[in-house]
Structure formats: C-alpha cells, structure tokens
C-alpha cells in the first residue's frame, strides 16, 4: 500500500503550458504540503494545507495553485509554465499539528521538465 | 529564520567503516528535528525525530544524537545499502509544521 502517491512520476512539456501534478494519501493525516526539489537536490517547502485549509504559502508565484478536495487529496496546478519551474515536486502529509504533528512523509515525487 | 548546515557535503567510506554526519541548526523554539534517506529518483524516507538536547534513537546501523545546536547521524559498520543522500530538517514552534532542510549528506559505500 502506498502511503502517499503522486502522478505522474515524468512531466515534461513545453513552456506556457498548463499542467497539474495530482496527490493521495492514505495514511490519514491532516496535513499535507507540496515541496520543490531544485537540481542542487534542495528541498524547499511550497504549501501546507491543514484540513483542506492553507496554512502555509512560501513566496510562490501566482502561478502555482493549489487545490485541495478533501484533506486525503493535494494536487498542485500550475500555469504559463517556465524554465525555471523545472525540478522535482514532492507531496508529503503528517499528522495533526494540534495532536502534536511529527515526521512528514513523502511521495515518490514528480520530475517536472520544461522545454 | 531556520537554517540547517550539513556537513560534509559528500562522504565516501569502505565497508564497515564507521563514521559521523553533522547537522548545524538554528530555529526559533525547536519543534523537532528530523533524518531522513533518500535514494536517487525516490521521496526522503523518514528515519528518526529528535524533540530534546541529549535525545537519543537508534535503528539498525544509525545512531541519531541531539545537542542544543546540532545533532549528529553516526554510522557503525556501514553497509553498501547504507549508500543514499542524508537529510536533515527542523521544524519551529512558530512555523506550522514545515520543515526547513538542510542540503544533504551524499554517502557512498564502497565494498
């Protein structure tokens, strides 16, 4: 059983497109954030939602949107895609920070390449 | 803000032998600091969470040490599948839950 998945795995498409990296998880937290992994291997937090609630927005462009359906799900939409979005996406949930959240975990990420 | 320093950058060591990573923080009411591996093309896999300065946790070959300023991944008797990169992280009492990484470290060992 896979805790958190995303998908797709590969993304490569061109720039000004639109696209969206979907993301799942079955472990039942609260929480659940989106990170960017830059070529340095550096990985940066993007969002947090905590119940379908953002928490935490880290001076991302208005490019990148974030949705969140019911607190299971995080997919991350993003629009006029550039260069310099190219990295790897990762989503991760933990629990509740009321209940004393702890450790995150993460999906498998998702190479986004821009063309 | 929250910083994390890894040091070294990158460790190469033979087969069994023992060896330490570094892991400098600084945070404003430290929630906790984290551990994780990841192996190229793969999410950070969570290995341990330390809360307070003289903590300790184990598992397997890794020892993970905690002081007021750093904490330490010692590991005794490497194994070639101990091989993958290192990450630290911190997370604040005033940062909802988000981690700040560190940069990793790369561990290779070689047989």
């Known amino acids: 059983d896979t805790a958190v998945s995303q998908t797709p795995k590969y993304l490569v498409t061109q720039m000004g497109n639109d696209k969206s990296i979907k993301c799942e998880q079955n472990?039942?937290?609260?929480?659940m954030y989106w990170y960017k992994q830059d070529s340095k291997k550096f990985l940066k937090i993007m969002f947090s939602?905590?119940?379908?609630?953002?928490?935490i927005n880290e001076t991302v462009p208005n490019r990148f949107s974030p949705k969140s359906p019911d607190k299971a799900h995080l997919n991350l939409h993003i629009n006029s895609l550039e260069l310099g979005d190219s990295a790897v996406y990762f989503c991760?949930?933990?629990?509740?920070?009321?209940?004393?959240?702890?450790?995150?975990?993460f999906g498998q990420g998702t190479r986004l390449t821009v063309v | 803000e929250d910083q994390v320093t890894q040091s070294p950058e990158a460790l190469r060591l033979q087969e069994g032998e023992s060896s330490s990573l570094n892991c400098s923080y600084t945070?404003?009411?430290?929630?906790?600091l984290f551990w994780y591996r990841q192996d190229p093309g793969k999410g950070p896999e969570f290995l341990f969470t330390?809360?307070?300065a003289g903590e300790e946790k184990e598992k397997e070959r890794l020892k993970a040490t905690l002081t007021k300023k750093e904490s330490f991944l010692h590991i005794t008797a490497p194994k070639p599948e101990d091989s993958a990169t290192y990450l630290c992280a911190v997370s604040s009492n005033f940062g909802n839950e988000k981690l700040t990484f560190g940069t990793g470290t790369r561990l290779t060992i070689i047989p």
């Open positions: 472990l039942g937290h609260d929480t």
């Open positions: 939602y905590n119940n379908k609630e953002l928490i």
């Open positions: 945070v404003s009411g430290l929630r906790g």
């Open positions: 330390l809360y307070s």
């Open positions: 991760a949930s933990s629990q509740d920070r009321l209940q004393g959240g702890t450790e995150a975990f």
